[in-house]
């Protein structure tokens, strides 16, 4: 086992400067790592040197890539990117965790303890899979250390829209960028019983069902909630930033009627969230980054049912001032611009957001994985590669399942189709990569200089070189 590090990127906003951060220590350590889009790596895993891999999830969808990784000499250790807000345990098990992927699991990074103790609670947990209660490098960038890193984007936001309201949207289960990635297909002939989309995976009947209802009324309490805003707050301008993987074009319709609301999606959230008087969602993990930063969060909860609001999304909620009607609302949002509000807090929150995000102080959860990450290389060190046959084999099913997404590619409302792909992942120059490490060197106090070389279009390998 080389010190060879891999970290995915699926969705660039969202995911890329913590995992940059991560990229940085773990360089620092002497890890050579590769980072960038999951697809892209995905295609040329077999190019790669037997590496640790750092997946996002443990789905159904990812067992046939972990056979490969296995294949290839890839040891597998990981997270699962939505575990910190997640739906009752039986439900996210069968959505979000699979047995056989499992299987190909070395250790595991939780979140924090509520996160620790639901894996255990799995059925199907491998009895020696370690689980490492670490944090997540995006609970890294919210410390107060990390906002530097921000600062410039901050103050560029501030000056180019004045005071604003950010409204943040969580609607992908029935506004997905493509149809069929919703809870629920469109219906092709009336009175026929819909079918399950592509968010439905893992989910029960009558379960997926009643959360599409809540989706769809929370949806359309927001469309509706928005061009009020702007007459009830005429000094202010209103951001919305649709969820990396939802359809934009309504908020855009929206948009078109109003004269100081903007639909953008730009960049990482948190200069978005500094930058704000508040923000404004429903059960969106903006909730908890905002409680986290000290950034006044409102739920909108007008409509609904509070099953899933106080249970799937009991966290950013609970984390936020709880606003049932409009008026409300408009009465809470005039009590933080006067003033007379900061951010949400009070003991019960502070002990329910210390037991769901571990290394909120003390040690980076980024340092914390990878001291980990160097265990791991130790405990490999004297195992053996799969065979060159196994390996060979591994190669030829990763230049097939290439050919296959590429056909795939083509098809309407395909996951594959470049221009998803591009507004999941719109990409990065090599100067701008640099300049975010270099914020990030700086921040953590490092001497060693970064090398960065260019593998795709999408990926990058970072490596330490001397002292500067």
Known sequence: MNRSLIIPVENQVRELDAKLLLACIAARHGFSVIIGSRLE?????????????LAKSMTARSLKMFRIMRQLGHIIAGWDEEALIHPPAETYFSRRLSPEAMLHVSHLFAWGEENAE??????FLPPDIPIHLTGNPRG??????MQPFFAEETEHLQQKYGEFLL????????NAFYPDQNLFQPLKNPGEKPRFGRAAVGLERHFAEGLRDHKQEVFESFQDMIPRLE???PELTVIVRPHPVENPSIYHELA??????????????????????????????TGVEAYIMRVPALSYQEKGDFEYDNGFYRLPNALSYQCHDFTVLKETISSI??????????????????GYLASQDGLL???????????????SADKPLPPSSARFMGRSKVAKRRLAKYIKSFHSNSKYRSEFQRYRYPGLSIGALRQKIKQLQSILGYQQKLDIQKLGDHIFRLTSGRSS
């Open 256 to 285: 078109a009627g109003c004269q100081r609301v903007k639909v953008i999606n730009e960049g990482n959230v948190i200069p978005w969230l500094l930058a704000s008087r508040a923000v404004i969602h429903n059960g969106c993990t």
């Open 41 to 53: 790596i995905s295609f040329r895993i077999g190019a790669f040197p037997p590496s640790i891999y």
């Open 118 to 123: 639901l894996w255990r609670q799995y059925p």
């Open 365 to 379: 959860a980024s340092q914390m994985i990878v001291e980990v990450l160097e265990k791991i290389v130790q405990e």
């Open 140 to 145: 890294d960038m919210l410390r107060p250390e």
């Open 167 to 174: 409204i943040n949207t969580n609607f992908s289960f029935v």
């Open 337 to 354: 611009l006067a003033g007379e509000l900061g951010a949400a807090d009070g003991r019960e929150r502070r002990e329910l957001m210390a």
């Open 231 to 233: 007459q009830e707050f």
